[in-house]
């Protein structure tokens, strides 16, 4: 395969992969959407999962987006030193974009700040959004691709605590932004709290626990434990579906930390809403490729 053939081929994936996000949920999320639907009791939240279901199942009988706010795409790279393609990538992902939009159809979401207009086409500057891993002796590379909805970053909050103020001062934060802002982005929530020595890094922290998949922990067994602390006290909220009400607030609570300054605590938190877009597609150095987030892909 010549390099020309090569991004061809990978851009034609990658926008087919992010078109098919758009209407299809990863596993993990229609599971634990399952999975809560079937605790509640009250009529009105009742209701409001048999939509979402039936929403899922109308999007991919008619083809069309889940949700019509498709965000402005991330991607979440972990990509090998020696994949061949590094240097054509971030040129790929943008054309990629490009061509889910045409073709999903995505909604227009990327306008460029302080011109204040919207290029129709979902890429404008630093739109899509790319983070970098790059993972030494690797060939491989892992793409998570994420469609960061309005409502669903609305809650999106940073702080370095004082010092002194410990894991308590992380648990009041969380909760503040829960309570405060967990209403508006559709719940139920996968909420990311990232933890480290300064804001920027808390930030992306809490960004990427939205890439893990609902029900996994963090390596840690106190962050872990922190992560059961934290979604105990998130569902005794009560949000339920839509923030209507009902048994549960969150579909799960996932931290990422890094080590930090000692007398500080930089948190971040971050939520995905219940039409939590991720997926998650690995290309081998030949483009071949595997998808683990959806188990039935059609494209
Ligand atoms: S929060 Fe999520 S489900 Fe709600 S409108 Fe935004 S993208 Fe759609």
């Known amino acids: 395969m010549t390099k020309d053939d090569a991004v061809l081929r990978m851009t034609d994936i990658v926008a087919k992969f992010v078109a098919f996000t758009g209407k299809r949920l990863p596993d993990d999320v229609r599971e634990k959407i399952a999975e809560l639907a079937g605790q509640e009791e009250e009529p009105l939240a009742k209701a409001i999962y048999q939509t979402m279901l039936k929403n899922q199942e109308l999007a991919q009988e008619l083809n069309r987006p ?19 393609y590094m240097s054509e990538l971030s040129g790929i992902l943008r054309e990629s974009v490009i061509r889910a939009t045409k073709e999903a159809p995505l909604r227009h979401n990327a306008v460029e700040t302080f011109d204040e207009y919207n290029t129709g086409k979902n890429v404008a500057l630093g739109i899509p959004s790319l983070f970098w891993d790059v993972v030494p002796e690797r060939d491989d590379c892992e793409i998570y691709t994420y469609m960061a909805g309005g409502g669903c970053s609305l809650p999106g909050h940073a702080k370095v605590l004082m010092p002194g103020e410990g894991y308590e001062g992380v648990t009041r934060f969380v909760l503040d932004v829960m309570t405060s802002y967990g209403l508006n982005a559709c719940p139920p929530l996968l909420v990311g709290v990232g933890i480290g020595t300064s804001v920027e890094v808390a930030a992306l922290h809490s960004k990427k626990a939205l ?63 219940w039409s939590h877009r991720r997926g998650h597609i690995v290309f081998d150095k030949d483009l071949n490729y595997t998808i683990d987030s959806h188990s039935e892909v059609d494209f």
């Open 66 to 84: 889940s949700c019509q706010d498709t965000g402005a795409i991330q991607f979440f790279l972990k990509c090998g030193a020696n994949f061949p």
């Open 211 to 273: 890439m893990r998949p609902i029900g996994s922990h963090n390596p840690n067994p106190r962050a872990a434990k922190m992560e059961q602390l934290l979604e105990t006290g998130i569902n005794k909220i009560g949000l339920g579906p839509q923030g209507l009400r009902g048994k549960n607030s969150v579909l799960g609570v996932n931290i990422e930390n890094s080590a930090r300054h000692p007398s500080v605590i930089g948190v971040a938190v971050n939520v995905g809403c």
